[in-house]
């Protein structure tokens, strides 16, 4: 097998940090690994792989060297200027922001559900929002045995989806101190709002997942709302998914399609207590569902509580789990 030269742009932020001990866990097939980020942290050092490695300050010759493969994480700003750079010069850019995510030139992509997409990339592939992804590894399996006629999205979101300022705000919180990354306190209290408000009166992070379980989905007239907040856990974003399907169901064959899907992990047992929690999904690379019952509201209505890691499943390891894709690809031709 080949190896590959791979770059990771923003490595000394939080996403960035798991995607260095994701890769660790991983091991993929390269033959070097270069670590950048702004110059405020250029000439840092980081132990990664054994060895330590000397951040470098990303700038528009970075990737005169010949990467194939960058991994992405430092804000939709950079993603911007620099992924059109890096693709320019024979790299795949895999972009966490939200830079690219809509672009229809772009593939979006959560490798469990829509892998295909990856092969239609033009030298960038965007990772959906966290909230969005581990949503798509739990709706797909339903898509596709049932149809989907509409969904209803509440979420329960952790401050780490707000990055450092948002944890340091709930730990800060704590000892009763003003908030510094939120418009409110977050400790003993949920924010109904992530991101800014829209004119639609929704705030971006809903429109993220409308918009984006649409592209992933293949479905850009599925009904879709939904209410996102920010709660005062750590880490792991909670959702309660409410979902009209197109076909009848019976629900014991359901909750087996759904432990029969890729990367999801079924937990239900209500009468002992067993049922996805945060806490528990916390460090996992997996997502989990649980609390699956009849919506008696409407015809062939399910709820489902789905749990999974927002730095990891959200953000780093589906990152990297599109590279793995991609140089499964690669190896196949």
Same mark, same amino acid.
């Given at each position: 097998?080949?190896?590959?030269?791979?770059?990771?742009?923003?490595?000394?932020?939080?996403?960035?940090?798991?995607?260095?001990?994701?890769?660790?866990?991983?091991?993929?097939?390269?033959?070097? @690994?270069?670590?950048?980020?702004? !110059?405020?942290?250029?000439?840092?050092?980081?132990?990664?792989?054994?060895?330590?490695?000397?951040?470098?300050?990303?700038?528009?010759?970075?990737?005169?060297?010949?990467?194939?493969?960058?991994?992405?994480?430092?804000?939709?700003?950079?993603?911007?200027?620099?992924?059109?750079?890096?693709?320019?010069?024979?790299?795949?850019?895999?972009?966490?922001?939200?830079?690219?995510?809509?672009?229809?030139?772009?593939?979006?992509?959560?490798?469990?559900?829509?892998?295909?997409?990856?092969?239609?990339?033009?030298?960038?592939?965007?990772?959906?929002?966290?909230?969005?992804?581990?949503?798509?590894?739990?709706?797909? &399996?339903?898509?596709?045995?049932?149809?989907?006629?509409?969904?209803?999205?509440?979420? @329960?979101?952790?401050?780490?989806?707000?990055?450092?300022?948002?944890?340091?705000?709930?730990?800060?919180?704590?000892?009763?101190?003003?908030?510094?990354?939120?418009?409110?306190?977050?400790?003993?209290?949920?924010? &109904? #709002?992530?991101?800014?408000?829209?004119?639609?009166?929704?705030?971006?992070?809903?429109?993220?997942?409308?918009?984006?379980?649409?592209?992933?989905?293949?479905?850009?007239?599925?009904?879709?709302?939904?209410?996102?907040?920010?709660?005062?856990?750590?880490?792991?974003?909670?959702?309660?998914?409410?979902?009209?399907?197109?076909?009848?169901?019976?629900?014991?064959?359901?909750?087996?399609?759904?432990?029969?899907?890729?990367?999801?992990?079924?937990?239900?047992?209500?009468?002992? !207590?067993? @049922?996805?929690?945060?806490?528990?999904?916390?460090?996992?690379?997996?997502?989990?569902?649980?609390?699956?019952?009849?919506?008696?509201?409407?015809?062939?209505?399910?709820?489902?509580?789905?749990?999974?890691?927002?730095?990891?499943?959200?953000?780093?390891?589906?990152?990297?789990?599109?590279? #793995?894709?991609?140089?499964?690809?690669?190896?196949?031709?």
């Amino acid at each position: 097998m080949k190896k590959y030269k791979i770059a990771v742009v923003g490595a000394t932020g939080m996403v960035g940090r798991t995607f260095l001990k994701v890769l660790e866990e991983r091991k993929l097939p390269a033959e070097s @690994y270069t670590l950048f980020a702004s !110059a405020r942290s250029a000439g840092s050092k980081i132990t990664f792989m054994g060895e330590e490695y000397t951040i470098r300050e990303l700038n528009e010759s970075s990737f005169d060297e010949g990467f194939d493969i960058a991994l992405f994480s430092a804000g939709g700003s950079i993603s911007e200027k620099f992924a059109p750079i890096a693709a320019s010069k024979g790299c795949v850019v895999i972009d966490n922001s939200s830079q690219w995510r809509m672009d229809p030139e772009v593939p979006l992509v959560v490798p469990e559900v829509n892998p295909e997409d990856i092969k239609k990339h033009k030298g960038i592939i965007a990772n959906p929002n966290c909230s969005t992804i581990q949503a798509m590894v739990a709706l797909r &399996p339903l898509q596709q045995k049932y149809g989907i006629k509409r969904i209803v999205y509440s979420t @329960y979101q952790a401050v780490s989806g707000a990055g450092l300022g948002g944890y340091q705000d709930l730990e800060n919180g704590i000892k009763g101190e003003a908030p510094k990354k939120f418009n409110h306190p977050i400790f003993n209290n949920c924010l &109904p #709002q992530i991101d800014v408000f829209l004119p639609n009166g929704y705030t971006k992070e809903e429109m993220k997942m409308v918009n984006e379980t649409r592209k992933i989905l293949g479905d850009n007239n599925m009904k879709i709302t939904a209410t996102t907040v920010r709660v005062p856990v750590f880490m792991s974003h909670s959702e309660s998914i409410n979902v009209e399907l197109e076909k009848p169901f019976d629900l014991d064959e359901l909750k087996q399609t759904l432990a029969a899907a890729p990367g999801l992990i079924l937990q239900d047992d209500p009468e002992n !207590a067993v @049922y996805p929690m945060a806490v528990d999904a916390s460090d996992k690379d997996e997502v989990f569902v649980g609390r699956i019952r009849r919506d008696e509201s409407v015809e062939n209505g399910i709820n489902m509580w789905v749990v999974a890691d927002n730095i990891r499943k959200g953000a780093a390891t589906n990152t990297i789990q599109i590279a #793995q894709k991609l140089i499964e690809y690669w190896e196949s031709k």
